[in-house]
Structures are given as C-alpha cells and as structure tokens.
C-alpha cells in the first residue's frame, strides 16, 4: 500500500536522495498517514550529516540535533542517523519513542519500515500504547512523553481505533508520574490544547486523574475529586467536570472554560442546614483560573475570555425584559453564545439535565437583540475630533484606529457609549 506522504517530505527525501544520502518520511509523518490523519508534525530521517542537510536547502534553522527545513511553507524535521544520542542507523533512531511511532518510509521505494508491527494493529482496529525499549528510562528521559500516551489516546479516538495501554508502559506511567512536574508549561499547554479538544476529553482526564499525572501538571484540577455536591448533581465536582467537558463544544476556549469553571470550590465548601454549598466559588475559581492560564503560557486574551466565562458562569436569569436588556449589555455580545453555551453544558452535566429555563431565557435574548436599533461609528459618543483632543494628536490613521477599538468596545456592551467611559477607555489604549 503506497502511503500519501505530504509533498514537502517527497521533497527533501528527493533531493536527499539525489545527493547520494538515505532518506526517509519519519515518525509522526508515517503514522499519522497509516492513521488516515493529517500529519501534524513533518519528519524526515536522513544518513546526511546535518552540516550537509543545512548546506542542500536554502531556508533552514539549525537546532541541537535536527535541522529545520522551511519548504513550501511547510516546517519539516530533519533529522540525522549519526548525529542522535546513542544513535547510529535509522533502527537506532526508531527505538527512542513510542512504537507507533517507531515507522518510517521510503517514498521512492514504496518501503514501509514497521519494525513492532504498528500497520497490522491498525487494520485490526486496536493500537498499542507502548514505549520501545524500558518505559521508566523512556518517561524519565523525555517527561513530556507521559502526557504523550494521553494525546495518542485522543489520536486513536479521531482515527475510530481501539486502544490500550500496555502493561509495563501503564506501571511505568504511574511510577514516574511525578516527573510530569518538571515538563516545560508551554508543553504542557500544547499538549493538553490537542487532548481537550478530542472526541473524549471526560475519559482522557479520568485517564490522566488514574495515573496519577494530573495531580503534577494541574493540581488545582485534581483537587476536586472527591468533592461531594448536592443532590442536584450525581457525580462529585471532578466528575461533573469531566460530564460538562463532553458536553460542550469542542472549540479550545469554551473546553477550557469547562474544565475550569468549578475549579474554586475545593476553596469554597460550605455547609448549611445539612447541604452542601460553595458560594462564591465562580469569583474564586476565576482567580484561579487566570493563575492556571498564566502559568501554562496563554496569551492574555485568551485568559480574559476564559476568566471572563469562569466569572459569570453562575449568572441568575433576569426576570424582567429591562434586566434582560440589562444582562446583555453588561456581558456583551461578544460572550453571549459562550455564556449560553457554557450553562447548557453545565446543565447537561447535572442531575436533571432540564433546559426549558435555558431556552425560555435564550428566546427573551433574541427579542431583545431583535429590537436593537442598527449602530454604526457614526453613533458613539465620541467623533474623530474627540479622539484628536483627547489623545493630543493630529489627523492620521491613529483617529481611524481609535474609533475602530471604540466601535468594537461598545458592541460589546451599549452601556460604554458615554463620553466618559469612551475617554477612559481612549487613555487606558492609547495614553493621553
């Protein structure tokens, strides 16, 4: 079976090959072929020293051991078979990772190297998550490598295969999960973005809880297993987490608001007349909320948007058609369908499981958004000589620019379009 290896490998295999060296589509880029997925990650492995590699292509970034090779706007890994630690032919490059990783291809040849039989356990529909080699040297080498087994889970789910952990990297898993704790955060972040993201996130992180590794990468999650709730729940505070996390769509900043927006009541147990409450916790779990997002690298509107739903999660609905109109102004409507789409999930992931309320509120929005009279820049409070006086500045582009950040503030939220709220937010933009 010929594999459809992306052009940029066939590429550089080709022009490697051409200079007399042995070259071959690598790792990620062979497996996720077999999978039927998109390769995310380009590799190639070649008997070319990286000096060579660099000096055979014209837009490269040489790196410790690898050398990155820009083609066709795609990034490909080069990597070299005597240049690797402990390393010295591609069989020795194909023991230092997992086994569905250890493949490679040879595009010319139409030669498939598959050394633990990885395209068999394919076509039987089951896949081994397993480590070549001796997995506590493996996971301790490369920590990163224990969230690893996690996004090939998500992999597996995306490709409609069964899969399993095999024994001794599953003891292994556990033994070192402490490890999980020196993982550089920016790792930790991209891989938890691809895991989340799956097609079943609620089992990946009770996976993750199991093993023992979630309690390293994100303690604060951690701690809400066991956190017994009311009884308009049926599960406890992780467990519905995991049930809201399945539920709501998988766009990367609403599974993160998911994952989160009861992650302050560990801090906010309270009991009252023999129920249990967390008052406050979405104003505390937003706190921490932001200390998560921030640790873990993401930028600071992805934060806010995060913390912004974490925060308001538990909003009451309005009962009057002016607390409607109240409501929308002061979320914005920027956030609606989040907000909305956050509480249906949370819903969904309680007891009663009872959306009539949701929908009712959802129809008094759209009355009100319907009402609404169209608003364009012509309608702020503030004009382009406004701006100038405000900011001190002459005719430009900076007047246009201005009035675009204001347009889109007020959209947001009506309310703004004052004078004063407008100069405010000209001063905290732009300076005075």
Known sequence: MRLSIP???NKIISILNQAGYEAYAFRESVRDCLLGLEPQELKVASSAPLE??????????????????????ALVHVLSFGEQPAAGSLSDLLEQDFTVNALAYDPLEDLLIDPWQVSEQIASGEVMIQLVGDPNSRFQEE???????????RLFDDAHLQWRVFGETGEALVRCAPAAESIHPHQVRALLNEI???????????????TG?????????????GIEQNDCHIKDVFGHTLLVMKEIRPELHLRW???????????????????????????IGSFIARRILRRLGFSRGFIEKVSFLVYHHMYPYPKTEKAVRRFVNKMGLYNLGDLLELRRADIMGGKYRNLSNLENFKREIDSVLFELPPFSIKNLALNGFDVMEVLGIKPGPLVGEALAYLFEKVKENRELNNRESLTALLKERFGS
Do not use: W
């Open 7 to 9: 052009p940029p490998v």
């Open 52 to 73: 060579v590699v660099e000096a055979l292509f014209d837009r490269t970034l040489r790196l410790q051991n690898k050398v990155l090779v820009r083609e066709s706007e």
């Open 143 to 153: 920590p990163g490598r224990l969230l690893e087994v996690f996004y090939l889970m």
């Open 196 to 210: 989340i993201v799956g097609k079943r996130p609620d089992i990946y992180l009770d996976e993750m809880r199991k």
């Open 213 to 225: 590794v979630l309690r390293y990468i994100l303690p604060e999650l951690d701690a809400t297993y």
């Open 257 to 283: 608001a998911a994952l989160l927006h009861d992650i302050g009541k560990p801090q906010c147990i309270n009991l009252h007349e023999g129920r249990v409450h967390f008052y406050g916790h979405q104003a």
